[in-house]
């Protein structure tokens, strides 16, 4: 346990709901990514992915392609952290939207 005041944390076979619920990424930038530590974070990774769903957040971009078009997947948090970006200003998300946009014609930004 962290200490902190909330913790949030579900059974690792529970993802099995998610893929029945079809989602194919999920943002991880979130304030409570890192309640158990890097550890934690690892885990709800590596969990997600082996059953086949994309993660997003921090450094982790994805990617659905659909037909010849292709979309990048980017999630932003208000706090950041190794799981999570945030926008600062202007000129670090011109920087992103530059190097992705290089990478993919449609770039999809979530901010929580």
Request: aromatic share 10%; charged share 20%.
């Amino acid at each position: 346990m962290s200490g902190n005041c909330f913790e949030f944390i579900m059974p690792t076979r529970y993802v099995s709901h998610l893929k029945e619920a079809n989602f194919s990424v999920l943002n991880i930038a979130n304030n409570h990514i890192l309640d158990f530590g890097l550890e934690g974070a690892e885990s709800t990774i590596t969990t997600l992915r082996n059953a086949g769903i994309q993660v997003t957040g921090g450094e982790l971009i994805a990617t659905i392609q659909k037909g010849e078009k292709k979309t990048a997947v980017v999630g932003f948090s208000y706090k950041a952290s190794s799981c999570a970006r945030m926008i600062p200003n202007g000129y670090f998300f011109h920087i992103l939207l530059e190097e992705e946009v290089n990478k993919t014609p449609f770039l999809i930004i979530r901010k929580r």
